[in-house]
Each structure stands twice: as structure tokens, then as C-alpha cells.
């Protein structure tokens, strides 16, 4: 089975442009969580939505934001891009929202603001 | 909230050595799950093992071990007999278990295995 899947791989953009970043999960997985991972930190938590609702947010401005499509495929939009939104996005997947389900990673995509 | 430390930034071992990561988190939560995660130069992260706040019981998985003691809120990884192919950045992770799933990272502790 295809683990999780992110397009584009790598990205770039100017400051002020937006940007959508696309995530399938594992087949029969049904949240998708979105992070981001600064260059030498650990990923910080952006979004969780399992059954296409959005069922937590981390601490990150409303220029953030998220969906789940009914096939349980996820896109992490971000609008008014900053120099500081230069990351690695990580998508991940598992088969239900419990602390004990591990979740799944996708490769990431890798994007970049001059 | 929740919190993961690991204090080693780095570590470098000849290949064959043992290689103990140290792993130290706070939560509020009386039931939590922690996991290791591994990420290569390629970039994914690679689930490795689990364990949950009720079972404290030390186990072995091939050439990975871990030490879980909650009396020091700790959760430490060891690699025995590394390998070149073990070379990443290790991540430890904390997930909530009352509506809390997310998972909270410390910073990660790059492994370098030299032959």
C-alpha cells in the first residue's frame, strides 16, 4: 500500500504570494495532521482533522489554514507568505484521532520564500 | 502543556557501538503515549516505537531498546550494535490522551555512525 503522499516536493515562492500544499493519506486513514519543521527543530503542530473537521490548531497565525476533502485527502493552505514560513510542511496520517495510533509521515514538502 | 527535552544535540559513535538517546517530557496528562521517531538525510519521519504512560515495561525490538520511568518522566533510546544506516536526526514525541492528539517533538539529537 502507498504511504503518505505530499505535492509539490519542493516550492518556491515570494513574500506575499500564498501557497497550497496537498497531502493524501494512507489508504483507510482518516486524520491528517499538518507540521511544520523549521531547519534544525523538531516539527511544530499546525492542524489535526479527522472526519473532514478541523479537531485541533496550533499556535499559528490565521494566515494558516486548513481542510479535509470527503476522501480524507487534506490541503494546508497559507496566504501573505513571510520569509519566517521557510520550512519543511509535513503531512501525517493515522487510522483514527487516539494518542496511541501512531501517526504516518509523508516525505514533505519542502518550501522556500525569497 | 506538554513538553519534550532531549539535551544531546549530537552524537558520534564508530560503527558497532551502543547509542543511548536521552529523552525527558512533561505532561499534565495521566494518560500519554511517547514515541521515537527517526528522520535520514531524505527528509521523512520514520515511526519507530511506542509506549504507553500505563506500561512501564522495558522492552527490545531487534537491535532498539527503550527505558521508559515515569518516576523521572523519562523515555530514553537505545541503537545496539549501530550501523552506518542508523546516521539521522532521532525525535522523541508526546502525544496526549484526552482529546490532545497531537504530537509534541523535542528538538532531536543528530546521530552520525562513522565505519
Known amino acids: 500500500d502507498a504511504g503518505v503522499t505530499q505535492s509539490p516536493t519542493h516550492l518556491i515562492k515570494t513574500r506575499g504570494q500564498h501557497v497550497t500544499l496537498r497531502c493524501s493519506p494512507i489508504s483507510g486513514h482518516k486524520s491528517v495532521s499538518w507540521y511544520q519543521q523549521v531547519l534544525g527543530q523538531g516539527p511544530q503542530f499546525i492542524f489535526q482533522y479527522y472526519e473532514k473537521e478541523e479537531r485541533g490548531r496550533g499556535n499559528f497565525p490565521d494566515r494558516f489554514s486548513a481542510r479535509q476533502f470527503p476522501n480524507y485527502s487534506s490541503e494546508l493552505n497559507v496566504n501573505a507568505l513571510l520569509l519566517g514560513d521557510s520550512a519543511l510542511y509535513l503531512c501525517?496520517?493515522?487510522?483514527?484521532?487516539?494518542?496511541?495510533?501512531?501517526?504516518?509521515f509523508g516525505d514533505g514538502t519542502r518550501l522556500s520564500i525569497l | 502543556a506538554q513538553k519534550v527535552t532531549q539535551a544531546q544535540t549530537e552524537i558520534s559513535v564508530v560503527e558497532k557501538e551502543d547509542v543511548t538517546l536521552d529523552c525527558v517530557y512533561e505532561?499534565?496528562?495521566?494518560?500519554?503515549?511517547l514515541f521515537w521517531y527517526k528522520q535520514p538525510p531524505s527528509g521523512e519521519l520514520v515511526f519507530l516505537i511506542r509506549?504507553?504512560?500505563?506500561?512501564?515495561q522495558n522492552e527490545i525490538s531487534g537491535r532498539y531498546s527503550w527505558n521508559f520511568q515515569k518516576s523521572t518522566s523519562s523515555f530514553n533510546f537505545t541503537i545496539t550494535a549501530s550501523q552506518v544506516v542508523d546516521s539521522a536526526v532521532y525525535f522523541c514525541a508526546l502525544s496526549g490522551g484526552s482529546n490532545d492528539y497531537k504530537l509534541s517533538f523535542g528538538a532531536g539529537t543528530t546521530v552520525t555512525v562513522r565505519a
Open positions: 501525517a496520517s493515522s487510522f483514527a484521532m487516539t494518542g496511541f495510533q501512531p501517526q504516518h
Open positions: 509506549r504507553n504512560s500505563f506500561d512501564e
Open positions: 505532561t499534565r496528562d495521566t494518560t500519554y503515549y
